[in-house]
């Protein structure tokens, strides 16, 4: 069994055994009401403007789960917060995304009221193609350090959708009402997923380092034998040397490179392939195996979807 299945494996059942000692909230209401909140005008979908209610470090720092999906904007400098084992400090606000059932502890706010934090049960969008959709946006899977910094102009946008939302919720209920509230939270959704592309775009001198120091980890895996150790270098290997989520780790490549992170690493392969099959007299089946394949077969078909050409054909294309 390959290294990196062993590596899901424990990390599953890592994060079942974290999931056990933290408390879990099943329904807002619950969370609210645990929090000495107040009682949500909906059961399914809650708004927490900060203006109106406050949200505090103690009642943030011990260790929680919730079943449901989470966007918070924070304007204050200074928010705190701890993902697994490492802790985050903003210099400036920031928005991040959950997805039920990823585990949050150690928050600390800042002094600002200002920003609100929606909360969004599974259950809310049931029979519409948000339902769907939603599992599409990758900053749900991103990690807290991953926040989305806005622009004055973002602010306003975001924040303007936020309030749409609580003066619907704070609306009598009719029969119209879920629908405007789906189309405002897809709004916001859409509007995040066009911000956070703009900020892979200004952070961009960050995230070249950031690839620079992927290429660096992937030259090292192809050289010193790793490969031949621990087969191909995974996507989740690759995103924890760089201590970023997979997802944003292929969301980051996509915007820089145009290609995904399985791709990425295909691509330093193939290159690390052709440097050998033109300095060496190594067989194919050594190249496969030196590269991390368990079979020469996957190695030469691969290396042939890349180039047109077989390994064979290639070293002979320089003799």
Same mark, same amino acid.
């Given at each position: 069994?390959?290294?990196?299945?062993?590596?899901?494996?424990?990390?599953?059942?890592?994060?079942?055994?974290?999931?056990?000692?933290?408390?879990?909230?099943?329904?807002?209401?619950?969370?609210?009401?645990?929090?000495?909140?107040?009682?949500?005008?909906?059961?399914?979908?809650?708004?927490?403007?900060?203006?109106?209610?406050?949200?505090?470090?103690?009642?943030?720092?011990?260790?929680?789960?919730?079943?449901?999906?989470?966007?918070?904007?924070?304007?204050?400098?200074?928010?705190?917060?701890?993902?697994?084992?490492?802790?985050?400090?903003?210099?400036?606000?920031?928005?991040?995304?959950?997805?039920?059932?990823?585990?949050?502890?150690?928050?600390?706010?800042?002094?600002?009221?200002?920003?609100?934090?929606?909360?969004?049960?599974?259950? $809310?969008?049931?029979?519409?193609? &948000?339902?769907?959709?939603?599992? =599409?946006?990758? !900053?749900?899977?991103?990690?807290? *350090?991953? /926040?989305?910094?806005?622009?004055?102009?973002?602010?306003?946008?975001?924040?303007?959708?936020?309030?749409?939302?609580?003066?619907?919720?704070?609306?009598?209920?009719?029969?119209?009402?879920?629908?405007?509230?789906?189309?405002?939270?897809?709004?916001?959704?859409?509007?995040?997923?066009?911000?956070?592309?703009?900020?892979?775009?200004?952070?961009?001198?960050?995230?070249?380092?950031?690839?620079?120091?992927?290429?660096?980890?992937?030259?090292?895996? $192809?050289?010193?034998?790793?490969? &031949?150790?621990?087969?191909?270098? =995974?996507?989740? !290997?690759?995103?924890?040397?760089? *201590?970023? /989520?997979?997802?944003?780790?292929?969301?980051?490549?996509?915007?820089?490179?145009?290609?995904?992170?399985?791709?990425?690493?295909?691509?330093?392969?193939?290159?690390?392939?052709?440097?050998?099959?033109?300095?060496?007299?190594?067989?194919?089946?050594?190249?496969?195996?030196?590269?991390?394949?368990?079979?020469?077969?996957?190695?030469?078909?691969?290396?042939?979807?890349?180039?047109?050409?077989?390994?064979?054909?290639?070293?002979?294309?320089?003799?």
């Amino acid at each position: 069994m390959p290294v990196d299945i062993f590596d899901d494996i424990y990390r599953q059942d890592l994060i079942m055994e974290q999931r056990n000692k933290l408390q879990v909230f099943h329904s807002i209401t619950e969370m609210q009401r645990i929090f000495g909140l107040p009682k949500p005008l909906h059961p399914l979908i809650s708004m927490l403007d900060y203006n109106k209610v406050e949200i505090t470090s103690e009642m943030l720092a011990h260790p929680f789960v919730m079943d449901f999906y989470n966007i918070t904007y924070n304007e204050s400098a200074g928010c705190r917060m701890k993902y697994g084992q490492t802790v985050y400090d903003f210099e400036e606000g920031g928005m991040f995304f959950t997805s039920p059932g990823q585990p949050l502890t150690g928050i600390q706010t800042g002094d600002s009221r200002s920003g609100f934090t929606l909360l969004i049960h599974p259950d $809310f969008l049931r029979n519409y193609t &948000l339902d769907t959709k939603i599992k =599409s946006y990758g !900053f749900f899977s991103y990690s807290v *350090n991953e /926040s989305l910094h806005l622009s004055a102009k973002e602010q306003v946008i975001i924040t303007t959708i936020a309030k749409n939302i609580g003066d619907e919720l704070e609306t009598a209920i009719d029969d119209i009402s879920q629908d405007v509230l789906i189309s405002q939270i897809e709004l916001l959704l859409n509007y995040s997923h066009r911000f956070y592309k703009r900020q892979f775009i200004t952070r961009k001198p960050l995230n070249n380092a950031l690839l620079e120091k992927l290429d660096k980890i992937l030259d090292d895996y $192809f050289n010193d034998k790793t490969a &031949l150790m621990n087969g191909l270098p =995974s996507v989740q !290997f690759l995103a924890g040397q760089l *201590n970023i /989520s997979p997802k944003y780790l292929g969301d980051m490549l996509r915007t820089l490179t145009g290609h995904n992170t399985q791709q990425h690493i295909h691509i330093r392969l193939i290159e690390k392939a052709k440097e050998i099959l033109t300095i060496s007299d190594l067989t194919v089946g050594e190249i496969a195996f030196q590269l991390g394949f368990e079979h020469p077969q996957s190695f030469s078909k691969l290396f042939k979807l890349k180039t047109n050409l077989s390994p064979l054909e290639f070293r002979a294309s320089f003799n």
